[in-house]
Every structure is written in C-alpha cells, then in structure tokens.
C-alpha cells in the first residue's frame, strides 16, 4: 500500500529519525535523562535502540546520550562522562535551544556547555536538533589520542 502524496523512490531515501545520531550498531547504546521532553523524545524517537538509564555503565560506552542539567557543575558532568567514553565513542548531550533555556530554567549558553566539554578534553563534531525545544552536541575524544590509547587524565597527573 503507497502512502497517500509520497513518491515511492522519495520514501527509500528517507532516513530514519534516528539516523543522525549515528547509533552503534549492534553495541549498547544509553541515554540518561529527566526532564519529561528529554524522556518523551527518547521513546519517541529511538524506541528499544537506546535504554534509558538513571547512571551510566562503568563503560566504556560506544554511545551515550545526556541531558545536561542546569543544577550541576558542567566541569564534572563532562569529566565524568570523558572518562568512561570508549576511544571512539560517541558523547550526545542535550540542552535546551536558546530562546527555551529561560522557560526551562537552564542557566547554560551552548557557548558554556561547548568550552566545558572542550576543556574536559573532548571535540566537538555534531549538531543535531533533538526536539522542538532541546538540540544535540556530540563530543568525541580526539582522533590523535584514540591512536595512542592515550588519555588526557594521564597527562595533567
């Protein structure tokens, strides 16, 4: 059965909505949030893709998807979340669009949560939206320690 104004050879070349993330593969795939759109967006979009959990695994995670919270330090949600990324992990973190961060009582510029995840050592590779409301940053470690297995905590021992 055709769908009703779609062309089918425009239907095959439409992605998933899950297929911006970059998902894992077969290998787990994790997302820790709370806020009620951060949950909803979860389900809605990545379905059994991606587990919901309230902590990480000790890692090291291939995928992981965090909302950032506004009551915490950004410094060590980026140093915890460094640590258990596998070298060629991927880190997603959410935060509210600019003109809802007021609303959503999220003291945070993307600007604060970008140089926070680059001071913990990660880069910056993606933007994705997320929902209406909340977009997507995906961190990476950098491709020149992922070669050497080393790790920036090592070096500022």
């Given at each position: 059965?055709?769908?009703?104004?779609?062309?089918?050879?425009?239907?095959?070349?439409?992605?998933?909505?899950?297929?911006?993330?970059?998902?894992?593969?077969?290998?787990?795939?994790?997302?820790?949030?709370?806020?009620?759109?951060?949950?909803?967006?979860?389900?809605?979009?990545?379905?059994?893709?991606?587990?919901?959990?309230?902590?990480?695994?000790?890692?090291?995670?291939?995928?992981?998807?965090?909302?950032?919270?506004?009551?915490?330090?950004?410094?060590?949600?980026?140093r915890?979340?460094?640590?258990?990324?596998?070298?060629?992990?991927?880190?997603?973190?959410?935060l509210?669009?600019?003109?809802?961060?007021?609303?959503?009582?999220?003291?945070?510029?993307?600007?604060?949560?970008?140089?926070?995840?680059?001071?913990?050592?990660?880069?910056?590779?993606?933007?994705?939206?997320?929902?209406p409301?909340?977009?997507?940053?995906?961190?990476?470690?950098?491709?020149?320690?992922?070669?050497?297995?080393?790790?920036?905590?090592?070096?500022?021992?």
């Amino acid at each position: 059965m055709a769908h009703v104004g779609i062309v089918p050879s425009r239907m095959a070349r439409m992605a998933a909505p899950w297929a911006k993330f970059s998902l894992p593969g077969d290998a787990p795939a994790y997302a820790r949030g709370q806020s009620p759109e951060f949950v909803r967006t979860v389900r809605e979009v990545f379905g059994p893709l991606v587990e919901p959990v309230r902590d990480f695994p000790a890692g090291p995670l291939l995928w992981a998807l965090a909302e950032v919270r506004g009551d915490g330090s950004l410094p060590t949600f980026f140093r915890n979340l460094e640590k258990k990324l596998a070298p060629a992990g991927s880190l997603w973190v959410v935060l509210p669009k600019k003109p809802f961060a007021p609303e959503l009582g999220f003291p945070y510029t993307w600007l604060d949560v970008q140089k926070a995840g680059l001071s913990a050592g990660l880069v910056d590779n993606k933007i994705a939206a997320f929902s209406p409301r909340l977009t997507s940053i995906r961190f990476v470690i950098p491709v020149a320690r992922r070669k050497t297995g080393s790790s920036r905590r090592t070096a500022d021992s």
